[in-house]
């Protein structure tokens, strides 16, 4: 019912920026919310940033002045995540998510992943 298909991680010296991109197929059901979430080896996934349907948007304290989470006007099944300034603790699987209200209940979805490493 649900696909969503990441994009744009990979390598980047400390300093630098990359762009995560989603793209989420709903087939039944509308989006309430996309966020980004990451995890690093042997730590927990953790919140990132997070988008509302009404365009409200939250971030990570670790993140806030960095990244900037944003939709696609057009396609507003396509979230962007735009990184800055990134260091070498930002490096991670970064895995975009997705809730999904059918009727009255919602639905979580997760995507497969895109690694973020970070070089010093």
């Known amino acids: 019912q649900v696909q969503l298909v990441e994009s744009g991680g990979g390598l980047v010296q400390a300093g630098g920026s990359l762009r995560l991109s989603c793209a989420a197929s709903?087939?039944?059901?509308?989006?309430?919310?996309m966020a980004w979430y990451r995890q690093a080896p042997g730590k927990q996934r953790e919140l990132v940033a997070r988008i509302e349907s009404g365009g409200s948007t939250n971030y990570a304290d670790f993140v806030k002045g960095r990244f900037t989470i944003s939709r696609d006007n057009a396609a507003k099944n396509t979230v962007y995540l735009q990184m800055n300034s990134l260091k070498p603790e930002d490096t991670a699987v970064y895995y975009c998510n997705t809730e999904v209200r059918v009727l009255s209940l919602s639905y979580t979805y997760w995507g497969q992943g895109t690694q973020v490493t970070v070089s010093s």
């Open positions: 709903v087939s039944i059901g509308s989006i309430n919310a």
